[in-house]
């Protein structure tokens, strides 16, 4: 295996950086390093993009001194995240605190956790599942009590990240070296000819993160232990005047936004395992919105 330092963001490099081609970008490393220990990930060449990936927290103001919010480069850790000064929402940098082991949060980027693969057993222990290019969902007649009950009609595993949850509440955008897209668009529900996750394109690198600043946000969450583990249920909540969003972790395969605040978990298709996550998932966004909503 070789390792290539990328040193500009010209196209011509670019263009050699793709999971297709065995050439796999790697800045903290905290998700990839594992993968190709276990064998889910091959590479041929390591691509350190650090030398060419933003970093750092820049908070800015609207153009009537009002609104604004915050730049946040992709190679920022979460540690950084979670210690970051108030101009961060508070729901990003509470999922960050409550993202992983300090030792990760120090070394993984915030890039890297919103791009990072599933937690379902079946994938990661390399059986035949769907995702893994088999024809069904081993979850399904299995245990699944940690999959997915939104989204779920090819793939049941779900989604781990903790900070996309909270940025897709927040409305964030997403500055790649091709394009600006809202984070919603950076995730697709995997389908039979594109089982992947995201819409990044060969080549693609996240470069920025770009967060209006809200009137109130907060980040909830429900683990099967103490700390330090992947959400059973996360809920963001984010308000803006009257407006409230909720995204949820650990429930579908995307970063999960609820259609109403008030509906609750309305639409979900848990299997049989999983259907605790819709009580659970409730209990948490009712608790959420009540902790931004100011009460009348």
């Not at 903290?28 to 594992?34: A, E, H, I, L, R």
């Not at 041929?44 to 933003?54: F, H, K, N, Q």
């Not at 009609?153 to 955008?173: K, R, Y």
């Not at 936004?257 to 395992?273: F, I, K, R, Y």
């Amino acid at each position: 295996m070789k390792l290539q330092r990328l040193s500009s963001l010209d196209a011509a490099e670019l263009g050699g950086v793709g999971f297709d081609n065995g050439s796999v970008p790697l800045a903290g490393g905290t998700d990839v390093v594992p993968l190709l220990r276990d064998g889910l990930l091959s590479a041929d060449t390591l691509v350190d993009v650090r030398a060419v990936v933003p970093r750092g927290i820049e908070a800015y103001d609207g153009a009537d001194g009002q609104g604004g919010g915050v730049r946040i480069g992709a190679g920022t850790t979460l540690a950084e995240l979670e210690h970051a000064p108030e101009s961060v929402p508070d729901a990003l940098r509470e999922a960050c605190r409550l993202s992983a082991s300090p030792q990760i949060r120090g070394m993984g980027s915030i890039a890297g956790n919103l791009l990072q693969a599933t937690r379902c057993w079946y994938w990661r222990l390399g059986q035949s599942c769907w995702l893994a290019g088999g024809d069904r969902c081993l979850a399904r007649a299995g245990r699944g009590d940690e999959h997915a009950v939104f989204g779920n009609s090819h793939c049941s595993s779900a989604h781990p990240s903790d900070p996309a949850a909270a940025l897709v509440a927040l409305g964030a955008t997403v500055r790649t070296t091709q394009r600006e897209l809202p984070i919603a668009d950076l995730y697709r529900l995997p389908t039979d000819d594109n089982r992947s996750n995201t819409t990044l394109r060969r080549g693609e690198l996240i470069l920025e993160l770009d967060v209006p600043r809200p009137d109130a946000s907060t980040y909830l969450k429900a683990m099967d232990r103490a700390r330090y583990a992947f959400p059973l249920v996360g809920v963001a909540a984010v308000r803006r005047g009257d407006d409230v969003r909720i995204a949820l972790a650990g429930v579908a395969p995307i970063p999960w936004l609820l259609g109403s605040p008030d509906g609750g978990l309305s639409g979900a298709t848990p299997l049989p395992g999983s259907a605790f996550k819709i009580e659970l998932g409730e209990a948490l966004v009712r608790r959420a919105r009540d902790a931004i909503v100011p009460i009348s």
